[in-house]
Each structure stands twice: as structure tokens, then as C-alpha cells.
């Protein structure tokens, strides 16, 4: 079965550390895949997604990731956290054949100290 | 509107009521989904409809669950006989065409807080 996970319920980090998060995925074919970042009482909003091609993915607030076909992950990245990167991270998935259905993880809740 | 809309924001219904959970999409989306998000879990697919074509309904978790759409508006999520593992945030989304796996974004509402009591 297709499947998301994230292994890291709850992260806690310090400010102007650097914040790596883990997202493996499981599909039949190498799949679409998507980070999402939900702030408390906000909506979700897409952080980067990665389709074909380069396997390093840039993204909107400093965040990249990593697409790894050996180790079928898609860890998400950040080089120094801000205080505001405090919310819940989703990574999801699609497949190809199948776009209209995302797959989520269960979220990482990133906490940061000041 | 400017985003995907949702009502009510909240609910809260009794054990065995029937609920109706509303979600209006980005004008000219012809993509929208349905998703469940239970307290301290991801989110689970429910249903997603794409245009005029049958709809996806491999997500709903019993029959007391149905969603109904007319052309490219308004969405409606039925639950009857509501149960207590019912409660959770109900999100809608919406996309220009095609699904997430375009290269156009999913747009998500904030999302109806149901409690069953």
C-alpha cells in the first residue's frame, strides 16, 4: 500500500540551528512529493515539491529538500531556523498515475527554543 | 472570494445527529478534495472530484460519509449518525486542474472544527 511517514513526532531545535526533517515514502513508482507547513489556526501552505529532475528542491522560506531514490526519503531542510519555522510540517505524496489523491505523513511538530 | 472558504468553522453536534459541512472553492478550480485531520494525525484523504468526471471516493471511511459537488462550485460533506470518532478538522482544498501533481499549487481552506459529543 501506499504510504508517508514521517518518523519524528516532535522535534525541538534552537534558534539559528540548523533543522533536518524526515519523510519516507512508499509507492509502487517514484511518486510526487510535497512538504507542507501548518501554523497554528492557519491553513496548510506548500513549502516545495519535487516532480522529476534534480533531486535537491528549493522552496519558499529558506527550506530545501532532498529527493533519495536508494533510501526512498524526501527530507526536508533548513540551515538556521527562525523562531517563526515553530508550526506542524507535513510531507505528502501523489502518484503519477493517480495525481488527484495526496498521501500524508503524520506531521512533525517543530518546536523552537529560543 | 480570494481562497477556498469554509463553514461553519466550527461545529459541535450531539452523537447520532446528521452533520453537513460546506466548502467553496477558488473560482474556476476544477479540482477539489476532501480531506480528515484528527487530533495530533495527518491528514487522510477522504474524496477529491475533478471536473465532470466520477469522483474519487476511495477515502471515505464508512457510508455514513458522502460528499456531493455540483459542476466546478460548491462542495457539500454529509456525515450522518455522527460518532464520537467523527470529530476532527474537516479541510477542503481546491486546484486549478488536474491535482497537486501539476505544477499548479493546492489550495487549502482553514477547515471545520467538528466535535461530537
Excluded at chain 1, 536508494?70 to 515553530?86: E, G, I, Y
Excluded at chain 2, 459542476?71 to 486549478?96: F, H, K, M, N
Amino acid at each position: 500500500a501506499q504510504s508517508v511517514t514521517q518518523p519524528d513526532i516532535h522535534i525541538t531545535v534552537s534558534e539559528g540551528a540548523s533543522l533536518e526533517l524526515r519523510c519516507n515514502y512508499s509507492y509502487g513508482a517514484t511518486p510526487y512529493l510535497f512538504w507542507y507547513v501548518q501554523s497554528p489556526g492557519q491553513g496548510l501552505q506548500l513549502l516545495l515539491k519535487y516532480f522529476s529532475g534534480d533531486t535537491l528542491v528549493q522552496g519558499i522560506k529558506g527550506f530545501e529538500a532532498e529527493f533519495k531514490r536508494s533510501q526512498s526519503s524526501f527530507n526536508l531542510r533548513k540551515p538556521s531556523v527562525h523562531w517563526s519555522d515553530a508550526a506542524e510540517y507535513f510531507c505528502a505524496g501523489a502518484d503519477p498515475g493517480n495525481t488527484g489523491k495526496l498521501i500524508f505523513g503524520q506531521g512533525t511538530t517543530l518546536q523552537v527554543k529560543p | 472570494g480570494a481562497g477556498v472558504s469554509q463553514s461553519p468553522s466550527n461545529k459541535v453536534t450531539e452523537k447520532g445527529k446528521d452533520v453537513e459541512l460546506r466548502c467553496d472553492p477558488i473560482s474556476g478550480h476544477t479540482a477539489l478534495y476532501w480531506y480528515r485531520q484528527r487530533l495530533g494525525q495527518g491528514l487522510e484523504f477522504l474524496i477529491y472530484f475533478q471536473g465532470n468526471s466520477a469522483p474519487d471516493k476511495s477515502g471515505l471511511p464508512s457510508d455514513r460519509f458522502s460528499a456531493e459537488r455540483t459542476g466546478e462550485s460548491v462542495s457539500t460533506l454529509t456525515i450522518q449518525r455522527t460518532q464520537q470518532e467523527d470529530s476532527a478538522v474537516y479541510l477542503c482544498a481546491s486546484s486549478p486542474r488536474g491535482g497537486p501533481a501539476t505544477n499548479e499549487k493546492l489550495f487549502f481552506g482553514s477547515g471545520t472544527q467538528l466535535s461530537v459529543l
